[in-house]
Structures are given as C-alpha cells and as structure tokens.
C-alpha cells in the first residue's frame, strides 16, 4: 500500500512539474530593430522587376534562358539537395511513426528430447509496445524533423538562387572576353598598319630605327594578350558546362555566339529590409534550424524524466500444431513500465547542456546572416552607381582618346612630331575601349548580384517543377 502511494505521489510530482514549465526553452533571437529603408535605393520609377519573376528573361536571351533550364533539370548540387529534401521527408515519416504501437507477430517450432525420449513444441505470440508520449519527448522529435524538412526545401531554393546567378554570370563573363577579344584583334590589325607606316617612314629615312621597336614592341604586347583571352573564355565554358551538368569534354557550347553585352539594364524590386527574411531562402533555412534545435534542446530536457510504456501479447503454444490456435492454449499479457533515470554519471546533464550551446551558436550564426544579407545588399545598391559614374567617364574619355590616337598619327604622319606621341595615345586609347567592356560586365554582374542578395518567390514554383522532372525521370 505504501508502494502504491509513494509511485502515485513520484507520478503526480513530474505532472505537476509538466503542467507548470514546459520543457521546450523559449526561443529569443536578439535581431537589431530593422531600419525603415536601406540607405542606397533605386528610384521606384526604374523598377521594372518583381522577386516573383524570373529575373533572368528580362535580358531576353534564348540562349540564357536554355542554359537555365538545363541546369535545372541536370545540375548535380541540385540533385544531391533535392534528395536530401527526399531524406528529410522520409525523416519525418519515421518520426511519425513513433506515435503508433509498434506490433510484432513471433513464431517456434522445435523437438528437444533426452535419452530415448524427444518432444516437440509450437508457440506463436503477436506482441505489441506503445510508449506513452506524457512529457512530449516524440512529439518534439517530429516537429525537430519537420522543420528539418522545411529548412531542407529553403536549402533547395537557396540553390536555385545561387545557380541562376552562377549561370548568368558565367555566361556573360564569356560574352565579355568574346567582345574583348573581337575588340583585340581589331587593335591588332590597326596597329599592324602603324608599324607598317612607321617602316615606310623609315626606310624613307624619315625616322630612326626606335620608331620600328616602340611600334613592334606595343603589337606584340596586344598580340600576348590574344592567347589569354582565349584561355579564359575556354575555363568560363568549361565552368559553365558544370553547371548545367555536363563533362567539359563533351561541352561545347557553340550556341553561344554574341559578341556584345547586353544594353538593356534590369532593376528589382529590392523593397523594404524586413522583406530581406522572407525573400531570402539561406536566411529563412537558417531560422528554421534554429527552432529545430531548439526542439532538439526539449528532447534532452525529457531525459530527465521517466519512460512510460505500455506492453501487452496474444499467444499460444503446444505440443501439437493442430492444437495450436485452441483457446485453451492461449496466453496473454498487459503491463506498463517505467523507467526513471536515477544515476548516468552526468551524461543527461551534459548532453542538455551540449544542445544549448548549439542553440546558442546556430543563433549566432542566424543573426550573422541577417547582418550579412543587409550588407550585400547596401554593397551591391551603392556599387551600380559608382560603376554607373565610371563607365559614364569612361566613354567620355573614349571620345577624347580617339580624337588623340587621330590627331597624333596626322602629325607624324607629317613629321610634326615623333612616335612617342602616337604610342601613348594608342596604349590609352587600347587600355580604356577594354575597361569599357569590363564595366559593362560588371554593371551587368552587378544586376545579377543584386538578384541574389534579394531573393525572390520565383524559386518556389521552380522547385516544385524540378522536382517534377525529377520524380518523372526516375520512373
């Protein structure tokens, strides 16, 4: 009697203590008060591009385009990523399944004998198990898997984000060495002409041999140039065949055939900085980590407290196998047990403590990415206007340049000056038409990183038909 009441006094103790703290912390995440508005913005006027399209068909390249649903459907990482949501998902089922009684159908048959005498035995038993889930342990296991799956489904997205801007980034990288190169060989021809006019000027006896090295020496310095390009065309191809799932060896990407950068410029809708956490799919992963060890922290708060289960069996056994299933020969058994940790040398201790420092450190990184989101984004706002006000300087001094290169070979022409004029008007006229086109790209790149930093929605239905293709694929 004694017994009975001190269990009923120990059981209502641990419920009482249930009821009035709960074992799942309470999660607080010091984030900074956002700030109404980013500091560098883009005038809503010029806004042409909402986070729900894909932004990369505003450039209306077929090309591009093809190369993007490629990827999609062949990019390696994004496999990989996806059968880690198909991980997750399966996860989650198991988790699942806790909450059901576990059954189990066992069955015997032997003979065991002594000296001249041997007998057999049958038996059968269907066993079942179930354990009581009193201080939510299983059900913080599930929903610690369930937001396991979604952060999973927000790592695929985060993907697809990253690859589109790999892609196009790449694939404009190409486009500007293609147009550098066609530019260079322009320079070289031009160039060619000067040395021969120089070595006109001198067999007239006009100039003197100098005249011949500057201009040879300025040639082959473009000429050198030539083979470096080319190489990195050739490694931008082979990056991009990668990411769209292709052997370089077997890659040729021939349909990539523009020469010229495209014109049209692009701007997002970067909207407020509390769209950044919903826009974003790394920062919205990270979140969802947070709370799933934060479930994981409640787990090993259960550890505390005791196991409750429930047992119970059906069988029967006999000497006979036709006699085995008689009701006579039937047995069963119901019984609940409980299991209290008394004594684990502090291992339940320190496995709580170990959860919530990880608690502390996936918070950490949490926050580190919120404040990283908001300054790739600032970065990238205030770097279009200062690669917007260099291109711009950039062309004007174009101009001017061309009329020197000009003015320079019509006064040697002549003989009103020497060479040393023309050659370092060529030399700047040659280094500013290239930093032309690098700005160009990186007005471009800039456009495509601004796309990433953003985020957007359209990675959600994108997600959904690549999984399609996927699933269909493999049937």
């Keep these: 009697m004694k017994g009975k009441r001190f269990f009923l006094i120990f059981f209502g103790v641990q419920l009482f203590f249930l009821n009035c703290c709960s074992l799942e912390p309470q999660l607080k995440v010091p984030v900074k008060v956002l700030p109404p508005k980013f500091k560098n913005t883009i005038p809503q006027k010029d806004i042409n591009l909402q986070p729900s399209e894909c932004w990369w068909k505003k450039f209306n390249d077929p090309v591009l385009n093809s190369l993007m649903e490629e990827a999609f459907s062949s990019n390696l990482d994004l496999k990989a990523a996806l059968y880690r949501l198909e991980e997750a998902e399966a996860q989650v089922k198991k988790a699942n399944a806790t909450f059901w009684p576990h059954v189990n159908l066992e069955a015997s048959a032997g003979r065991m004998g002594k000296a001249n005498k041997s007998t057999s035995k049958y038996n059968y038993s269907l066993a079942a198990s179930y354990e009581l889930d009193i201080f939510m342990k299983l059900k913080a296991l599930r929903n610690e898997k369930i937001l396991e799956q979604l952060a999973s489904e927000e790592d695929v997205k985060a993907i697809l984000l990253s690859l589109s801007a790999q892609i196009a980034d790449t694939y404009f990288k190409i486009i500007e060495y293609k147009q550098k190169l066609k530019i260079q060989k322009q320079i070289i021809n031009e160039l060619d002409k000067t040395l021969k006019l120089v070595k006109l000027r001198y067999t007239s006896g006009l100039v003197s041999s100098l005249d011949i090295y500057q201009a040879h020496q300025n040639l082959m310095a473009n000429k050198a140039l030539v083979p470096t390009m080319e190489a990195t065309i050739e490694a931008n191809k082979n990056s991009l065949c990668v990411l769209i799932g292709k052997n370089p060896t077997e890659c040729t990407l021939d349909e990539i055939k523009s020469a010229t950068l495209p014109e049209n410029d692009i701007f997002f809708e970067h909207g407020l ?13 990270a979140y969802l980590r947070l709370l799933a060890q934060n479930k994981r922290v409640a787990q090993a708060l ?61 918070a950490s990184n949490y926050q580190q990415k919120v404040i990283t989101a908001f300054n790739e984004v600032e970065t990238t706002l205030f770097m279009y206007n200062s690669i917007k006000d260099n291109l711009f300087l950039l062309e004007k001094r174009l101009k001017d340049l061309r009329a020197s290169v000009r003015l320079s070979m019509l006064r040697y022409r002549f003989g009103l000056s020497d060479f040393l004029p023309v050659l370092q008007a060529q030399t700047s006229f040659q280094s500013v038409i290239q930093d032309i086109i690098s700005k160009k790209y990186e007005l471009i790149s800039n456009r495509i990183q601004l796309a990433r930093v953003v985020g957007g929605r359209w990675m959600d239905i994108k997600m959904e038909a690549v999984r399609k293709k996927l699933n269909k694929k493999a049937q």
């Design 302 to 362: 259960a550890g505390l407290f005791p196991k409750f289960d429930i047992f119970a069996a059906f069988g029967g056994d006999n000497l006979e196998p036709a006699h085995l299933l008689d009701y006579k020969n039937a047995f069963w058994n119901v019984f609940f047990n409980l299991t209290q940790p008394i004594f684990r040398g502090g291992a339940i201790k320190a496995e709580i403590l170990r959860q919530k420092a990880i608690l502390k450190k996936l």
């Design 273 to 285: 900085p509390s769209s950044i956490l919903t826009n974003r799919p790394d920062i919205k992963s």
